[in-house]
């Protein structure tokens, strides 16, 4: 039997086989389906009609059901997709649902799965949404599927995959302080290209790695989908384990790589060789130095999204923020409801970071959703409906992606992006961070 | 699955991903709901930008305005056709919109899956760049079984890659369909 890499290995397990290769295709048990108010509903009219009005779901503790993308609207048609969920739930008596207008209200889904424990080492978890990948960092296979897919899980509880070869970016060295995770996976995107990773796995490893928290692994595997790819993975450490165990009691086991598991290629990166970068519009593989397009002028700039509305890229961004004032219209928008709360606990030098970013002039979301990340309804926060040039700590900026299809997108990191919105023009954050 | 799939060609570019197929603000209507379905079709490929709509010219939808239906069959993309998001909308309002066949260069994994998984028309690869040889407007015709296209407004004739894998998903018509074929579905 050949060695395998991590991905291998987990799919290997699930499909109950000593071993699979890359081009295989398999039959994998599922443990976790995560759904949202977008592809929910699809889901759910396509599982009825092929099991059945009355059917029930393979197993109801492996269904997860978190609205997120249009909450705050006054949209009816939105607000009917939510009610379909809440009805699924009632009639199929799912225990995993954060309802919107409850205490269990989460926000984005990718973020609210490690809130709530159900992300797991060695674990296959699919969901209706392209970023449900940003669960990789926990070390398990997650990638997202359309509604066809997630209604046939629903009833059999199975899905085939093809097993994707590895592609294995190593980090030297672990970063300097004016590098977030955002630009390695920015870096990366540019290198391969948008379709560079397609039909392959991304395993991220290196001291550099390590080295990040839990937030930052997932803002690396986040972004794997910008380059086509399947899933991305970091191999679970200690700081995985504990993360995971403080979430959830339930056991799970940690799979590694075999010593002589074979890559599709392997490149190594000198953290310290890399430098603050940028997507320009209108492709996330548009890179360029942030020194390159510095002083690019802008009208607005954006953080939040389950690429860069954790509370890491909150407390990067107010590092920034505090004592200054913003330039041009800054959004805050705050990933989950957790996230929002940490806004008033987290601080930073003794200021909490509602209260920096309140006084440096930024907008403040009332609500935790995915809100203008993909345009969303005209009356979404944040959203782009003209012309206007924003800097955006989110993960697309294909034509439209923000709202107007004449908006103009930059893609960078927490740091750039509060760099940025203090000058009103795009600007290193090294000019404020050493 | 036809053995021929013949109508108009409608080009576009590289990287088309699903938020210029299906712009998200649309994706709220009920995909079980006949009539307001029918949306779906209406905006589909509503949110590429004018220039790169229906090349080389541009300037053309797929869709016309207040229409549901396309008079084009055959959409004929570049690489990665279909990036994105994971949004079957993106598949199923194209089959809606009146696509048959879509002939790419390459596809972006998930939409591939969606297309494939939900048997919503059959996703061709080309052998070489096509959304350069062919014309918006262009009439061509897809000759399944042996995996060529015509064009027979000049004649040109063009391998495509085999299906593969997924034409046993194909022939039975949906993956719920091949899934009962393998037993993983009772009857």
Not at chain 1, 289 to 297: F, I, M, Q, S
Not at chain 2, 28 to 44: F, H, I, Q, T
Request: glycine share 10%; proline share 5%; with cysteine.
């Amino acid at each position: 039997m050949g060695a395998m890499t991590l991905t291998e290995k987990i799919l290997a397990r699930h499909a109950g086989r000593a071993h699979v290769g890359p081009g295989e295709n398999i039959w994998v048990n599922v443990d976790v389906l995560m759904t949202h108010d977008v592809c929910g509903p699809g889901t759910i009219s396509i599982f009825k009609k092929q099991f059945g009005e009355r059917a029930k779901v393979w197993d109801r503790e492996k269904v997860v059901v978190i609205p997120d993308h249009y909450i705050f609207t006054q949209d009816t048609h939105a607000h009917r997709n939510v009610d379909i969920l809440r009805e699924f739930v009632r009639e199929q008596e799912l225990p995993y649902f954060y309802d919107v207008g409850t205490e269990r209200y989460k926000g984005v889904c990718h973020i609210a799965l490690p809130e709530e424990g159900h992300t797991r080492p060695g674990e296959v978890l699919f969901g209706t949404d392209s970023h449900t990948c940003t669960a990789g960092a926990f070390g398990e296979f997650a990638t997202g599927i359309g509604n066809t897919d997630a209604a046939l899980i629903m009833g059999i509880g199975k899905l085939w995959v093809k097993v994707p070869p590895t592609m294995k970016f190593v980090f030297e060295g672990s970063l300097p302080p004016y590098l977030m995770a955002k630009d390695l996976i920015l870096w990366i995107i540019g290198d391969i290209g948008v379709d560079g990773a397609t039909y392959k796995a991304i395993e991220f490893a290196g001291d550099g790695v390590y080295s990040l928290s839990m937030e930052e692994r997932m803002t690396l595997c986040n972004m794997v989908i910008e380059a086509g790819g399947k899933n991305g993975v970091v191999a679970p450490d200690q700081v995985t384990e504990e993360f995971v165990r403080s979430k959830t009691r339930r056991p799970f086991e940690p799979v590694h790589n075999d010593p002589d598991a074979k890559y599709d290629s392997v490149k190594v990166y000198r953290s310290q060789d890399l430098e603050p970068v940028v997507a320009k519009p209108h492709s996330p593989d548009n890179r360029a130095l942030v020194r390159e397009v510095a002083g690019t002028a802008l009208d607005r700039a954006y953080i939040g999204s389950c690429t860069g509305g954790k509370l890491t890229d909150f407390r990067a961004s107010a590092r920034i923020l505090k004592g200054r004032q913003v330039k041009i219209d800054t959004f805050i928008v705050p990933a989950t409801t957790e996230v929002m709360k940490g806004l008033s606990t987290e601080t930073v030098d003794g200021e909490n970071l509602l209260s920096i970013f309140q006084k440096a002039g930024a907008r403040i979301s009332e609500g935790a959703s995915c809100a203008a990340c993909l345009g969303g309804p005209a009356d979404t926060f944040g959203r782009l409906n003209r012309s206007e040039v924003c800097i955006s700590t989110t993960s697309r900026n294909f034509p439209g992606r923000m709202g107007s299809r004449t908006a103009q997108v930059y893609l960078a990191s927490p740091y750039t992006v509060a760099a940025s919105a203090v000058t009103g023009r795009i600007t290193d954050p090294r000019e404020f961070i050493g | 699955m036809k053995d021929f799939i013949r109508g108009m060609a409608y080009v576009v570019g590289d990287n088309i991903d699903t938020d210029q197929i299906i712009p998200a603000r649309h994706l709220v209507y009920s995909l079980s709901d006949p009539e307001e379905r029918k949306l779906y079709g209406r905006y589909a490929m509503s949110g590429i930008p004018d220039g790169l709509s229906g090349l080389p010219k541009g300037n053309i939808r797929l869709v016309e305005e207040g229409k549901d239906r396309s008079p084009y069959k055959i959409m004929v993309g570049g690489k990665n056709f279909g990036c994105g998001s994971s949004r079957e909308h993106a598949a199923v309002c194209l089959q809606i919109a009146g696509i048959e066949a879509v002939v790419a260069e390459s596809y972006a994994r998930i939409f591939y899956r969606n297309v494939v998984d939900g048997g919503f028309f059959v996703p061709f690869e080309a052998t070489m760049p096509l959304n350069t040889e062919i014309a918006t407007g262009d009439e061509l015709e897809i000759n399944v079984n042996l995996g060529t296209l015509k064009n027979l407004t000049n004649r040109k004739q063009y391998g495509l890659k085999p299906l593969g894998d997924i034409i046993e998903i194909l022939r039975a018509g949906d993956v719920f369909e091949y899934a009962r074929k393998k037993g993983l579905i009772k009857r």
